[in-house]
């Protein structure tokens, strides 16, 4: 069973820094991509970033810049460091494989910028 726990969120003022992270279990990050996703409150959930297997990263021009996405193949985790922060960050942040679409959410973590 593929399963995704994020953790890290919090309550940061604007111009913040956070740091989430992703424990991926049931597959191996080295052979999958993994991604990060946002839901704010009334707004549909949307791609954040994402990570190949060999480490390639790519950014939703909403957040490019200031967001870098990494990983640790030996603890089968991906991370989010998220600099710069603005309120329109605030958010659940969610992970996932994108191959694995039918693979349940995780519970997500908590972004909440102050302006």
């Known amino acids: 069973q593929v399963r995704f726990v994020e953790s890290g969120g919090g309550l940061v003022q604007a111009g913040g820094s956070l740091r989430l992270s992703c424990v991926v279990s049931?597959?191996?990050?080295?052979?999958?991509?993994i991604a990060w996703y946002r839901q704010a409150s009334g707004n549909q959930r949307e791609w954040v970033a994402v990570?190949?297997?060999?480490?390639?990263?790519n950014y939703a021009d909403s957040i490019r810049g200031r967001f870098t996405i990494s990983k640790s193949n030996t603890r089968n985790t991906v991370y989010l460091q998220m600099n710069s922060l603005k309120p329109e960050d605030t958010a659940v942040y969610y992970c996932?494989?994108?191959?694995?679409?039918?693979?349940?959410w995780g519970q997500g973590t908590q972004v909440t910028v102050s302006s």
């Open positions: 996932r494989a994108p191959d694995y679409p039918r693979s349940a």
């Open positions: 049931g597959i191996t990050i080295t052979n999958n991509p």
């Open positions: 990570i190949t297997e060999r480490g390639a990263a």
